[in-house]
């Protein structure tokens, strides 16, 4: 599966919104202000489609998925029983790369995905290379004793102020999802309604 391998903060500045997982302060003040020639111009009074497509976006750049797979997930969401929004909320969250990154084996979700597709990964005690896959409750997720050596890894292992959402619990070098994640466990910039409404057309 393709994805996008261009300058992160042009997508964030597009959005106005900081969906990257670091910040700088070259970031944080060039945030108002589009990429491109005319960047310096104010934005646009979004239509109600506009709105609706930008926070789309929103969630495709925080979650590094690309179009086709996410339209493909929120139709097949579309058709379970509860709420749509919550439902998109869990399966992102739910992808490989990101528990990874939430449990603190990466520093950023890119770098997350990479771990991954270099196989770096273990889930259940075997080698898994695809960012996209579902994790499910009670999968135990590790990492290589290889990646342990990594310096940077090593680094982020260390740090115990990373906070872990109530949906993940960790010890050491050892991750598990021990329940589906909810709306409230996690703050995301976008929102999940208007994302149902854009595919619903």
Same mark, same amino acid.
């Given at each position: 599966?393709?994805?996008?391998?261009?300058?992160?903060?042009?997508?964030?500045?597009?959005?106005? =919104?900081?969906?990257?997982?670091?910040?700088?302060?070259?970031?944080?003040?060039?945030?108002?202000?589009?990429?491109?020639?005319?960047?310096?111009?104010?934005?646009?009074?979004?239509?109600?489609?506009?709105?609706?497509?930008?926070?789309?976006? $929103?969630?495709?750049?925080?979650?590094?998925?690309?179009?086709?797979?996410?339209?493909?997930?929120?139709? $097949?969401?579309?058709?379970?029983?509860?709420?749509?929004?919550?439902?998109?909320?869990?399966?992102?969250?739910?992808?490989?790369?990101?528990?990874?990154?939430?449990?603190?084996?990466?520093?950023?979700?890119?770098?997350?995905?990479?771990?991954?597709?270099?196989?770096?990964?273990?889930?259940?005690?075997?080698?898994?290379?695809?960012? %996209?896959?579902?994790?499910?409750?009670?999968? =135990?997720? %590790?990492? %290589?004793?290889?990646?342990?050596?990594?310096?940077?890894?090593?680094?982020?292992?260390?740090?115990?102020?990373?906070?872990?959402?109530?949906?993940?619990? $960790?010890?050491?070098?050892?991750?598990?999802?021990?329940?589906?994640?909810?709306?409230?466990?996690?703050?995301?910039?976008?929102?999940?309604?208007?994302? =149902?409404?854009?595919?619903?057309?």
């Amino acid at each position: 599966m393709a994805h996008y391998i261009g300058p992160k903060h042009k997508l964030a500045r597009r959005e106005g =919104v900081n969906l990257l997982d670091k910040t700088s302060n070259t970031l944080l003040r060039r945030l108002n202000q589009i990429p491109g020639m005319h960047g310096a111009k104010r934005r646009k009074k979004l239509s109600e489609y506009g709105q609706q497509l930008r926070e789309k976006q $929103k969630a495709k750049v925080m979650y590094g998925v690309q179009e086709r797979q996410f339209k493909t997930l929120v139709d $097949k969401l579309r058709t379970r029983k509860g709420d749509t929004g919550e439902l998109i909320i869990a399966a992102l969250e739910t992808r490989l790369d990101n528990v990874v990154y939430r449990l603190g084996f990466a520093s950023s979700r890119f770098m997350a995905r990479q771990i991954v597709s270099h196989g770096h990964i273990m889930v259940n005690g075997k080698t898994l290379n695809i960012p %996209s896959y579902a994790v499910k409750v009670d999968d =135990v997720i %590790s990492l %290589s004793a290889k990646m342990q050596q990594n310096p940077q890894v090593a680094k982020l292992l260390t740090d115990e102020n990373k906070a872990m959402p109530a949906f993940l619990e $960790k010890k050491a070098t050892v991750g598990k999802l021990i329940r589906q994640p909810e709306r409230t466990d996690v703050e995301v910039p976008f929102q999940t309604q208007l994302i =149902v409404e854009y595919y619903s057309r």
